[in-house]
């Protein structure tokens, strides 16, 4: 405290009371008098963090001016925020709202400018692309998007249990039936160019599984007919697919699967098939199809070299 020992030194020491009272007292009146103009953004220094309570009457409509008093980064907004002590010019310090509702623009995505590659590397990208527009729900991929897609395969057949027969093979594999569900439909038709061999059917699969796994299972349900040297059956196939998925999208999968025409019957045969496709471009895949038919007039089997189109 200021210790005064004369009449003229009690004078002075109340003229510089005054004089910072009557600071205190402007620069408050200043804030108040822009209240009623149009926010414009005013930089402040947040000191510390306001009360529960409002700091006083007025102060809830809040709409700071203009002022060459404010120093700092924070924007005062007083339409909406958390109230701060903000710090101004000559010392003295106020409430204020300080807004915190606008987000950074660095916060609202990846922007091409930030990353440091070369465009044509993002162009060749797909993944890439995906992320700089938006961050993938992996979660959601797995439980809605195929790991497999639909293939159209045609290719050469050999038949060695009919004295090796050549001849045709034509398919189509998974039609998804109903946008992300697991009902897909399937068909195939093979002959041989001596006309001993002829197989040809349809079928619906109905995979149980996230359509995303690497692992998915089906059962099937459909018609198929068969004709060899020994036999001639058709009727309802019943059955199921196993699939498994190393590459996504279509990349490489392998199929296992196994049937049974007109089961129950005299004429009933049991059919095991194996499926391997690999991709050799994006469109593209090379695959090999195996099957064994069991009855009781005995084994028939047949091996596919095929192309397979990716839809």
Same mark, same amino acid.
């Given at each position: 405290?200021?210790?005064?020992?004369?009449?003229?030194?009690?004078?002075?020491?109340?003229?510089? %009371?005054? =004089?910072?009272?009557?600071?205190?007292?402007?620069?408050?009146?200043? /804030?108040?008098?822009?209240?009623?103009?149009?926010?414009?953004?005013?930089?402040?220094?947040?000191?510390?963090? %306001?009360?529960?309570?409002?700091?006083?009457?007025?102060?809830?409509?809040?709409?700071?001016?203009?002022?060459?008093?404010?120093?700092?980064?924070?924007?005062?907004?007083?339409?909406?925020?958390?109230?701060?002590?903000?710090?101004?010019?000559?010392?003295?310090?106020?409430?204020?709202?300080?807004?915190?509702?606008?987000?950074?623009?660095?916060?609202?995505?990846?922007?091409?400018?930030?990353?440091?590659?070369?465009?044509?590397?993002?162009?060749?990208?797909?993944?890439?692309?995906? +992320?700089?527009?938006?961050?993938?729900?992996?979660?959601?991929?797995?439980?809605?998007?195929?790991?497999?897609?639909?293939?159209?395969?045609? =290719?050469?057949?050999?038949?060695?249990?009919?004295?090796?027969?050549?001849? /045709?093979?034509?398919?189509?594999?998974?039609?998804?039936?109903?946008? =992300?569900?697991?009902?897909? %439909?399937?068909?195939?038709?093979?002959?041989? +160019?001596?006309?001993?061999?002829?197989?040809?059917?349809?079928?619906?699969?109905?995979?149980?599984?996230?359509?995303?796994?690497? /692992?998915?299972?089906?059962p099937t349900l459909g018609y198929r007919s068969l004709e060899t040297p020994?036999?001639?059956?058709?009727? /309802?196939?019943?059955?199921?697919?196993?699939?498994?998925?190393?590459?996504?999208?279509?990349?490489?999968?392998?199929?296992?699967?196994?049937?049974?025409?007109?089961?129950?019957?005299?004429?009933?045969?049991?059919?095991?098939?194996?499926?391997?496709?690999?991709?050799?471009?994006?469109?593209?895949?090379?695959?090999?199809?195996?099957?064994?038919?069991?009855?009781?007039?005995?084994?028939?089997?047949?091996?596919?070299?095929?192309?397979?189109?990716?839809?």
């Amino acid at each position: 405290m200021l210790r005064c020992f004369s009449p003229f030194g009690n004078v002075l020491a109340g003229l510089l %009371a005054l =004089g910072m009272l009557s600071q205190t007292h402007a620069a408050v009146a200043q /804030v108040r008098r822009f209240a009623d103009q149009p926010s414009s953004g005013i930089s402040g220094r947040a000191t510390d963090t %306001a009360p529960d309570h409002d700091p006083g009457e007025g102060w809830d409509d809040f709409k700071p001016g203009l002022s060459q008093d404010f120093q700092g980064l924070a924007n005062v907004d007083g339409t909406q925020g958390q109230w701060q002590l903000v710090e101004m010019g000559m010392g003295n310090s106020s409430w204020a709202q300080i807004n915190n509702s606008e987000e950074s623009p660095q916060e609202e995505g990846i922007l091409l400018n930030d990353l440091d590659l070369d465009p044509d590397i993002i162009q060749d990208s797909p993944v890439l692309q995906d +992320w700089l527009q938006d961050i993938p729900d992996i979660a959601d991929e797995i439980r809605n998007q195929p790991s497999f897609r639909t293939r159209l395969r045609v =290719g050469y057949a050999q038949f060695p249990s009919s004295d090796q027969a050549t001849g /045709v093979y034509v398919g189509v594999e998974d039609v998804f039936l109903i946008s =992300g569900t697991g009902l897909t %439909a399937a068909g195939s038709f093979s002959r041989s +160019w001596n006309d001993e061999r002829e197989s040809f059917g349809a079928e619906v699969r109905y995979y149980l599984l996230p359509l995303g796994s690497y /692992v998915n299972i089906a059962p099937t349900l459909g018609y198929r007919s068969l004709e060899t040297p020994d036999y001639t059956t058709n009727g /309802v196939d019943v059955g199921f697919r196993l699939m498994m998925i190393p590459s996504r999208g279509g990349g490489a999968d392998i199929a296992l699967g196994q049937h049974w025409v007109s089961p129950g019957s005299r004429d009933e045969v049991g059919m095991t098939s194996i499926s391997v496709g690999y991709a050799v471009t994006p469109r593209l895949r090379l695959g090999t199809d195996l099957e064994f038919q069991y009855s009781r007039l005995g084994p028939e089997s047949r091996v596919g070299l095929l192309l397979e189109w990716l839809m």
